[in-house]
């Protein structure tokens, strides 16, 4: 683990996003945000839920909460004097929103202004996403160069999955420059349960990918270890004995774009995924 | 004109101009008598029916059952009145010569012939598309009005093909709205609502790859998932009108 910023030149502001609320957002970004910061990039989590405040709570760090980013957008703060740095990881921050505002408190220019800031200085600036299509989700991702997709494998997730991915490819800054540049999208499929896929209860991996079309980073299997890690304060990826926190690490590892092999059960399951799928269906 | 990029644009050509013939599409609407105040009432009432199915769409007045109405600004009235409420006016029929030349002076071109046929067919009440022979009519030069869609239709998208064919190459998700005057043709799994002929075009058709539709509708009529049945085929599939029945097809 290194303490320098590495190679990466151009920061990059990834959004995680779902549409639907409750299918692992805020864990997915404390967990991408962990991991990519175990791997020596300087990181930065916000949390854009304006008045439902999580992610400093599953990120542990929440009675160090002084300043937030409203306070920040409104000029009320510093931006150094909002980011709390994590206690276990040395790359790695929280910038913390605020629980007694609401989402209109958030502007489109204050938004930038901050990103740009962050840009500066950090390697990965992760934006945790609100539920829905309204003005918090929109401002998280405008400026997103990236998007991950957060998605459980049953209908109404995908449907709002797809909506969001209209929105990324017509309601962000990339996309209304109009030269055909787009934020690069790619599906976290979350809470996936081999054997309820195996007998039909749930929607497969193929089925998720084939309404969606993106491609895929991870698959996160449901693991106890999830509530355990969020009650806990600590970021799922960082439980390197959990099937969960393996697969996390996977997907960080994909993210920043190495080859690493699909599989549903990191270390339990040696054999590829879709080697696997090939065999049920042979 | 709404199509953007269109794939028929491309048709490669270097000559200054070119002459063709075409045929297309217009309402005919049948006054009986001058219109006037029940008249605007029961099209509005007529209207709101199905709003946005006839918004922009070519029209004809057709004057023969409205012999008293022979005079350039009536006509002139006619037609504001016509176009605020977004019938595209362009032209009456089967008029006397005093009403063509009314017409003419009020900027609408006096189409002929057309007549018989025109009472055949319509046996229904209210918009049954007419062929209107060329010359094709004044208004707006004939653009290419294809429109080419070449990345997936996301749920709560929409997407329009205003004068022609739409074409998605890739599925259409649920939730999404593939609309056109003319076909569609997805190259992919239908998932959402398509809409083909909007403009009133009973012979429009949709085509797709996979049907696993919430609704299909070709000229206003439709089907909806609820009522399409088991036995309906889902692979390489076309949709088209049969008289007042819209058919589902296998093209295999």
Known sequence: ?282 | MQSGKSAAQTVATVKPLQIRGRTFTAIALHLSGRPDRAFFEALEARLNQTPLFFDNAPLVVDLEQAQGLDSAAELIQLTAELRRRKLSVFGVQSGTAAQARAAAEAGLISLPGGRDIALERVSRQGSRPEPVREPAPAPAAKEPANRMVTQPVRSGQTVFADRGDLIVVGSVGSGAEVIAAGNIHIYGRLRGRALAGVHGDASARIFCHALDAELLAIAGLYRTSENLGPDTPRQHVQVYLQGEVLRIESLT
């Open chain 1, 1 to 282: 683990m290194t303490h320098d910023r590495k190679e990466t030149l151009v920061s990059k502001v990834i959004v995680v996003t779902s549409g639907k609320g409750g299918v692992g957002k805020t864990t997915s970004s404390a967990a991408i945000g962990a991991g990519l910061a175990m791997r020596g990039h300087k990181t930065v989590v916000i949390d854009f839920d304006v008045g439902l405040r999580n992610l400093d709570m599953i990120m542990g760090c929440e009675r160090r909460v002084v300043f937030d980013f409203i306070n920040v957008i409104q000029g009320d703060a510093k931006l150094k004097q909002a980011l709390i740095k994590d206690r276990r990881l040395e790359n790695l921050y929280v910038l913390p929103t605020s629980q007694t505002r609401d989402k209109d408190a958030l502007t489109q220019e204050g938004v930038k202004k901050v990103l740009d800031e962050l840009r500066e200085d950090f390697d990965y600036i992760v934006c945790d996403s609100p539920a829905g299509i309204e003005r918090g989700a929109h401002l998280a991702m405008y400026f997103a160069d990236e998007a991950v997709v957060v998605t459980n494998p049953e209908v109404s997730s995908v449907r709002d999955s797809d909506r969001v991915l209209g929105l990324l490819n017509s309601k962000t800054a990339l996309a209304e420059k109009g030269d055909g540049s787009a934020v690069k999208a790619q599906l976290l499929l979350t809470r996936f349960d081999q054997n309820r896929s195996a007998s039909g209860e749930m929607m497969s991996v193929q089925d998720v990918l084939e309404i969606l079309a993106i491609p895929l980073l991870g698959i996160i299997p449901e693991s106890t270890s999830v509530l355990k890690a969020s009650n806990e304060g600590t970021p799922v990826s960082l439980d390197e004995k959990s099937p969960a926190g393996k697969a996390y690490m996977d997907a960080v590892g994909r993210l920043v774009g190495e080859q690493i092999e699909m599989r549903v059960n990191p270390g339990e399951q040696r054999r590829g995924f879709f080697q696997r799928l090939l065999g049920r269906t042979a």
